[in-house]
């Protein structure tokens, strides 16, 4: 099993780069110039896929998120409440970005779209 390396001098993560030159495998830091030879050749890749449901946990969430805005000029269509949090995304298979509306009420947290 590999770790993540950090940097030395700078205590930052440490990406895979290829030497091409001398055909050998680095660890490199994007903030400074450091770089150190790789004592492994295995690079491991780990990608993270979210099922339905934490999405669906991650959009009630925003409800309670101090760093989005806040709008009184809407009504949530479920429970009535005047306040939603409101934030721009892109929608599947949609170039351009939607705005997307969560109610602030806690025990409601209706989604909705404009």
């Known amino acids: 099993m590999s770790t993540m ?5 700078c205590n930052n993560i440490l990406y ?3 030497d ?3 055909k050998i495998l680095l660890f490199a830091c994007r903030n400074c ?3 150190e030879v790789a004592d492994n050749n295995c690079v491991y890749r780990n990608e993270v896929h979210h099922s339905i449901g934490e999405r669906t946990q991650v959009l009630q969430d925003v409800a309670a998120d101090p760093t989005l805005p806040r709008t009184k000029s809407v ?7 005047p306040e939603a949090v409101f934030f721009q995304a892109t929608s599947r298979g949609e170039e351009g970005m939607t705005l997307f509306f969560v109610c602030c009420n806690p025990s409601c947290g209706h989604r909705w779209r404009d």
């Not at 390396?5 to 001098?9: I, L, N, Q, S």
Request: with cysteine; hydrophobic share 15%.
């Open 20 to 22: 091409r030159e001398q």
């Open 33 to 35: 110039d450091h770089q």
């Open 75 to 81: 009504r949530c269509a479920v429970c009535n409440h």
């Open 16 to 18: 895979p780069k290829e």
């Open 5 to 9: 390396k950090f940097c030395r001098e």
